[in-house]
Each structure stands twice: as structure tokens, then as C-alpha cells.
């Protein structure tokens, strides 16, 4: 499984930034994807994350701002990040976690966002 990241970059507090990611080979029609982060310094935590059926959750920090969705028929989830603050400032993660595979599932490179003061 590959995952391809895109759609990061720098922006000023308030601004939007939308991430993409791409998963390819060999995929499980039922699984979860989502996105995660890690800032310098801190754990990598939970963003958003969205199951093939639909169902999504995310972390409180965001709620409200930021809106998981995805295509299952190109395999891609999207992060659409709205009304950007400092804080938000991390290398996002996408990941992908069959039903079926690693407990972890599959991580992509991961992509900087930076939103500035």
C-alpha cells in the first residue's frame, strides 16, 4: 500500500489549506483513513478520521474548522482545514487501516503545514 500526501504549504492564521492523500495497491474495500499529526516537540495525534461508510470523528481542537471526507472510488481522503491558527503548525500524517492488516494500518511521508502569525 502507497500512500501519496499532497496539499500542504504555509498560510496565514485564518487562511485555508485542503490535503489530499492518494492510496494505491493493494486496498481493503472496508477500512478507515484519516489524518494525524505531530508538531516539534509533542506525540503524534489524532486530526480526523472518516470509515468507509462514512462515519467520521475528529479531535476537539478542530472541530468546527477543519471537515474529513473522502472518494472511495479513487481511494483518496481529503482534510479540508478552515480558519487556520498558529497551533495547527505540524507535519501531517495520512494514514489508511484495513479491517483486514497491520493494527496501525499504513502511514504516508507526511506533509509540513505551517500557518503563520
Known amino acids: 500500500v502507497q500512500l501519496v500526501e499532497s496539499g500542504g504549504g504555509l498560510v496565514q492564521a485564518g487562511g485555508s489549506l485542503r490535503l489530499s492523500c492518494a492510496a494505491s495497491?493493494?486496498?481493503?474495500?472496508?477500512?478507515?483513513m484519516g489524518w494525524y499529526r505531530q508538531a516539534p516537540g509533542k506525540q503524534r495525534e489524532l486530526v480526523a478520521a472518516?470509515?468507509?461508510?462514512?462515519?467520521?470523528n475528529c479531535a476537539d481542537s478542530v472541530k468546527g474548522r477543519f471537515t474529513i471526507s473522502r472518494d472511495n472510488a479513487k481511494n483518496t481522503v481529503y482534510l479540508q482545514m478552515n480558519s487556520l491558527k498558529a497551533e495547527d503548525t505540524a507535519v501531517y500524517y495520512c494514514?489508511?487501516?484495513?479491517?483486514?492488516?497491520?493494527?496501525?494500518?499504513?502511514w504516508g511521508q507526511g506533509t509540513q503545514v505551517t500557518v503563520s502569525s
Open positions: 495497491g493493494s486496498i481493503f474495500s472496508i477500512n478507515t
Open positions: 494514514n489508511y487501516r484495513p479491517l483486514l492488516g497491520p493494527s496501525d494500518g499504513y
Open positions: 472518516i470509515t468507509s461508510g462514512g462515519s467520521t
